[in-house]
T-cell receptor
């Protein structure tokens, strides 16, 4: 299993540009999520999905869109990039049975800089 | 969501035991306690999870007193490679809105 993969690893955008961060998992996990991590801070939840076709907002959803058309993929779209969105973005997935350990598996991250 | 409080940083030396205490005074009956580890430039990695008493795995131990208002992650005989940020999360296992606080930065010195 490749686990959780993210592309690209690095990206530089200009203010106002749009782009999509890709996330895929091959563990057949129902639950997927996107976090952002700013220097010296913990991870803040942007959006999450409990299954194909179902998404919901997390703590900091403004400026981001998501969709979940398949179990495997959960892309994060920046509609009009702003310097405040400069951050490291992590995608995660986990089982959603709600029993026993519900470990989240994280991808390697995408480092985004918005100029 | 139960709010957690943990030290910002801790220093240790190789071979010592490191204990990180997390306070969660308003933990709910259904909440579990989960710890993650994050190395620089990597995503967090699950370490251990528990509900009450003591849990041990090959990496760490988790001690939870009877009132469950705090928990302690114990890392036995740390090495330089244990230098990382450690996060304490409290919530129901299926709480999809769990957020990570700033965590505890553990620095292990030779």
């Amino acid at each position: 299993n490749a686990g959780v993969t993210q592309t690209p690893k690095f990206q530089v955008l200009k203010t106002g540009q749009s782009m999509t961060l890709q996330c895929a998992q091959d563990m057949n996990h129902e639950y997927m999520s996107w976090y952002r991590q700013d220097p010296g801070m913990g991870l803040r939840l942007i959006h999450y999905s409990v299954g194909a076709g179902i998404t919901d907002q997390g703590e900091v959803p403004n400026g981001y869109n998501v969709s979940r058309s398949t179990t495997e993929d959960f892309p994060l779209r920046l509609l009009s990039a702003a310097p405040s969105q400069t951050s490291v973005y992590f995608c995660a997935s986990s089982y959603s049975l709600g029993q026993g350990e519900d470990t989240q598996y994280f991808g390697p991250g995408t480092r985004l800089t918005v100029l | 969501l139960a709010k957690t409080t943990q030290p910002i940083s801790m220093d240790s030396y190789e071979g010592q035991e490191v204990n990180i205490t997390c306070s969660h005074n308003n933990i709910a009956t259904n909440d579990y306690i989960t710890w993650y580890q994050q190395f620089p430039s990597q995503g967090p990695r699950f370490i251990i999870q528990g509900y009450k008493t003591k849990v041990t795995n090959e990496v760490a131990s988790l001690f939870i007193p009877a009132d469950r208002k705090s928990s302690t992650l114990s890392l036995p005989r740390v090495s330089l490679s244990d230098t990382a940020v450690y996060y304490c999360l409290v919530g129901v296992v299926y709480d999809y809105k769990l957020s990570f606080g700033a965590g505890t930065t553990v620095t292990v010195r030779a």
